[in-house]
């Protein structure tokens, strides 16, 4: 039998020929039951391999496009390698096209078997066609074998100097893969990138400037000679290479340029307005933007209607950190056209313009309806419109805000409803106009039925009276009421920490709210069981008559409690509060211990620390470092040396006239392809006079005839005289003895006659040169 299972394995469920027919018969009915569903997949996949093995085009066709289409609904395609690997040197482009496809896919995981074509790939890199060219390329970098590394290089070098820029495209990105196989090779590669940053194809810039960040982001002076080339060349370059292009851009600005934020100076006491304004128009007159800051900002501005949500969040974040702050404004607009987007643009868009809000109110206050809270907004989209909407609001809109809050706090989502009365608790220390009112709107919630709003509403409240406890006595009254329904333990611990804070000034509710608690201590949660031995040691200090023996007892039960915390916060009170002979020195100031005044707590944004990363990147949405991130530098005090941006022109005959020369190659070609051609025709014609025994001699004599007149024309068309005299008698250059010696030195054969027979393209030959 397990000569029948290796056969049956190696020849794709087909008997073996050495075995009888008996065991054949008897074998056979148990296959089904053997491999139950998964026999479909064996027998399609035996197809597959029938099919990759036949001689036939079409078939092997057919049988590659039905494997792309198992790799890009991500089935397991594997097993077919080998039998795909065999058709790499087929001469069929459209199966090449496929195959590569394939194995780039899977060189990765089959690298034994993808070395033993790499002489194939090394052929295909030669291939006259450039996709072929580009995908051997791809193929041969995705082997990641550092034995091949060589092998690797030197095609990249060869890459790099192709003809075709797609190919050239390619080269860009297998630099990154060498460059993560070997670092070793950094310097050479470096050498690559610095000659694909000189080309001038849109399809190469994105991907050779990939390239430059993932491999030596810090050799800027690479970029000094390119840097108005890749300005001019942003608009054209596809979407995804404008975002790698902008963000490189944004880090060389900020080191090659002055700080375009204008800084007024503090006005001294002893100064007149007068002599206020002499200083700031100073300080204006000093600052002059550098015409290639100015050239970025011009040609990143047009990126802001783009389609691509990264591109117009990448001029978005350079227009942030590049741009005055006068002209700043005009990517708000685009980004608040940006949230009509699904929710991941959503969110990331709106956690840029929260960090952007805090700085600058007046960039988004126009669109303030814009981030009213939707039904349909998710959680995560709902609290990062509260939060700009907090950030944005002042004494002018704060009334339209409170009322939009009142609706917000009755949401169903509960984590949303808590997040909005911490919003109004930031808008009523922010704003003094409208502490009271906010004050009073939070009290009344405390009546809600839902426990959450409840316990957020103490919470704010807390924070709030810490700011002027004196004017709200009444206000921890009613807290101290509410102590018996709330449940949560955050909002009984933060009652009982006003309470015990301000004991003083409710001298008759302390101690009876520390008694209530004192029976339910062992049930409490061990936050509340803090604050209640704070309470007791608080009332202790001021109110001994009352509460020296509760106290004791709270102790007592604190002494034995499971949790080390509340035993350890014990014995710390004891000692302090309870004088005996092992007492310290800290016991005399246990009083200023406990009751020292307390700092107000500081409401302020999550996203405040947010603003020392780039915006727009992973590290700015985590709020935390991210490998591979690369922080922006200072702005220098002294512009470095712009010179070091000029492009040395060569003054050269070919680069003068580097359009013409291209028209007029083109149009060479032309003439050569329709020469071709007639010579085809003649052909055509010739077998048809053959053909017929009566035209023979007729035919004959034609033949003669038109070939003394093509010597004759030739000989013409060699004088140099006359070919200078046709050429730019039809350019009407007559007087550029220059172009005379390019054009005979460069095109020493051309057929001048047909050039001045095609008047018409060489005259708009002439207009576009």
């Not at 080339?229 to 404008?242: A, S």
């Not at 015409?291 to 802001?304: A, E, S, Y």
């Not at 936050?527 to 023996?549: D, E, H, M, P, R």
């Not at 010696?741 to 050039?755: D, N, Q, V």
Request: net charge positive; hydrophobic share 40%.
């Amino acid at each position: 039998m397990s000569g029948n299972g290796l056969s049956y394995s190696e020849q794709g469920g087909e008997a073996a020929p050495e075995l009888g027919q008996e065991a054949a018969t008897t074998t056979t009915p148990s296959i089904p039951a053997a491999f139950g569903l998964f026999c479909s997949d064996i027998k399609k996949n035996e197809d597959l391999k029938q099919m990759l093995e036949s001689s036939k085009d079409s078939a092997k066709l057919d049988a590659m496009k039905r494997i792309v289409g198992m790799v890009a609904k991500g089935k397991n395609a594997s097993e077919l390698f080998p039998a795909v690997v065999k058709n790499v040197a087929s001469k069929n482009i459209e199966i090449k096209k496929l195959v590569y496809v394939y194995l780039m896919r899977y060189a990765e995981e089959q690298q034994d078997l993808a070395l033993l074509s790499i002489s194939t790939f090394q052929r295909a890199l030669k291939d006259p066609n450039q996709l072929i060219r580009a995908s051997a390329l791809r193929v041969l970098s995705s082997i990641r074998v550092p034995i091949i590394v060589p092998i690797m290089m030197l095609a990249i070098k060869e890459a790099s100097s192709d003809l075709s820029p797609y190919v050239r495209k390619n080269a860009a990105h297998a630099i990154q893969k060498l460059y993560s196989l070997d670092p070793e090779q950094k310097e050479m590669l470096i050498e690559v990138i610095e000659k694909l940053l000189k080309d001038r194809s849109t399809l190469v810039a994105g991907s050779v400037v990939m390239a430059f960040e993932e491999v030596c982001p810090e050799r800027i002076d690479l970029i000094h000679k390119n840097y108005r080339k890749l300005c001019n060349l942003l608009v054209d370059v596809e979407e995804w290479g404008q975002v790698v292009i902008i963000h490189m851009l944004t880090r060389y600005a900020r080191t090659q340029f002055v700080s375009p934020w204008k800084v007024s100076f503090e006005k001294n006491f002893y100064e007149s307005d007068e002599e206020q304004k002499e200083k700031d128009q100073k300080v204006k007159d000093t600052y002059t933007m550098d015409p290639d800051h100015r050239l970025l900002l011009q040609n990143t501005k047009p990126l802001l209607q783009s389609r691509n949500a990264a591109v117009v969040m990448a001029v978005s974040q350079l227009y942030w950190h590049l741009a005055p702050k006068s002209e700043a404004g005009i990517v708000s607009k685009s980004l608040v056209r940006l949230l009509r987007s699904n929710r991941e643009v959503q969110y990331i868009v709106l956690q840029n313009i929260a960090t952007m809000s805090i700085q600058r109110k007046g960039m988004f206050e126009p669109y303030l309806k814009s981030f009213y809270v939707r039904s349909t907004d998710p959680t995560m989209i709902k609290t990062l419109k509260l939060e700009i909407l907090t950030n944005l609001a002042n004494e002018a809109n704060i009334s339209t805000l409170l009322r939009e809050f009142q609706t917000y706090v009755k949401s169903q989502d509960k984590q949303f409803a808590a997040a909005t009365i911490q919003a109004i608790g930031r808008c009523a220390t922010n704003i003094t106009e409208v502490t009271d009112t906010c004050l009073n709107g939070l009290v009344c919630l405390l009546s809600n039925k839902d426990e959450i709003v409840v316990a957020e509403s103490v919470v704010v409240i807390k924070k709030l009276l810490q700011t002027q406890p004196a004017h709200h006595g009444e206000i921890i009254k009613h807290m101290a009421k509410l102590l018996d329904n709330i449940t949560v333990p955050v909002a009984r611990a933060s009652i009982l920490w006003l309470i015990g804070e301000y004991c003083e000034r409710v001298p008759k509710i302390a101690p009876d709210v520390l008694r209530k608690t004192a029976k339910s201590f062992t049930n409490e949660d061990d936050l509340v069981k803090l604050q209640i031995l704070n309470l007791g040691a608080k009332l202790y200090l001021t109110n001994s008559k009352q509460t020296k023996l509760l106290t004791q007892y709270v102790l007592n039960l604190g002494k034995y409690d499971q949790s080390y915390d509340i035993r350890d916060r014990t014995r710390f009170i004891r000692q302090l509060i309870v004088p005996n002979e092992k007492s310290g020195a800290l016991s005399k100031y246990a009083k200023k211990i406990f009751l020292a005044q307390k700092p107000a707590p500081l409401l302020e944004s999550p996203f405040k620390d947010r603003d020392h990363f780039q915006l727009g990147t992973l590290s700015h949405t985590l709020n935390t470092q991210a490998t591979g991130y690369l922080e922006l530098s200072d702005w220098p005090e002294v512009a470095p040396d712009p010179s070091v941006r000029n492009v040395e022109i060569a003054e050269s005959v070919p680069d003068s006239f580097g359009g013409f020369t291209c028209l007029l190659s083109s149009f060479f070609l032309i003439c050569s392809d329709s020469e071709d051609t007639e010579k085809k025709k003649k052909g055509i014609s010739k077998k048809i006079t053959t053909s017929n025994s009566s035209d023979t001699e007729s035919a004959s004599s034609e033949e003669s005839s038109s070939d003394s007149k093509s010597e004759s024309d030739s000989k013409s068309d060699s004088e140099p005289g006359k070919s200078r005299y046709v050429i730019l008698s039809v350019l009407g250059l007559q007087h550029s003895p220059t172009l005379v010696l390019y054009l005979t030195g460069h095109y020493p054969s051309l057929c001048w006659k047909r050039i001045s027979s095609s008047l018409s393209l060489l005259q708009t030959a002439r207009h576009f040169w």
